[in-house]
């Protein structure tokens, strides 16, 4: 069982930044691929950035690139999501999320946090 608090979301105006933190509990973080999802009002829940167990493979979604980035500290049990340069478009809840294989869907995590919004104001 792995259980994940998600913190760091906010209000913050185009062009801006934040950090994302996600904390997780439980002794096997590290070996679990971890990953950011997102949730607009009226919209589907879609895939943002994942991280591999290592930290050597990252993934994002075209409309992050270049923007966010992924990081994981697993002395600390934590995974992180710095986000520049942001939009009003990438305002939403933003949802943390675990599994074995450090996929881009949903089907792929099986341990969800209860997301933190994020709003951006233009």
């Known amino acids: 069982q792995v259980q994940l608090v998600e913190s760091g979301g906010g209000l913050v105006q185009a062009g801006g930044s934040l950090r994302l933190s996600c904390a997780a509990s439980?002794?096997?973080?590290?070996?679990?691929?971890m990953a950011w999802f997102r949730q607009a009002p009226g919209k589907e829940r879609e895939f943002v950035s994942s991280?591999?167990?290592?930290?050597?493979?990252?993934y994002y979604a075209d409309s992050v690139k270049g923007r966010f980035t992924i990081s994981r500290d697993n002395a600390k049990n934590t995974v992180y999501l710095q986000m520049n340069s942001l939009k009003p478009e990438d305002t939403a809840v933003y949802y943390c999320?675990?599994?074995?294989?450090?996929?881009?869907?949903?089907?792929?995590?099986?341990?969800w946090g209860q997301g933190t919004q994020v709003t951006v104001s233009s």
């Open positions: 999320a675990a599994g074995s294989k450090v996929g881009g869907s949903k089907d792929d995590y099986n341990y």
């Open positions: 439980g002794r096997t973080f590290s070996s679990y691929a």
């Open positions: 991280i591999s167990w290592s930290s050597i493979n990252t």
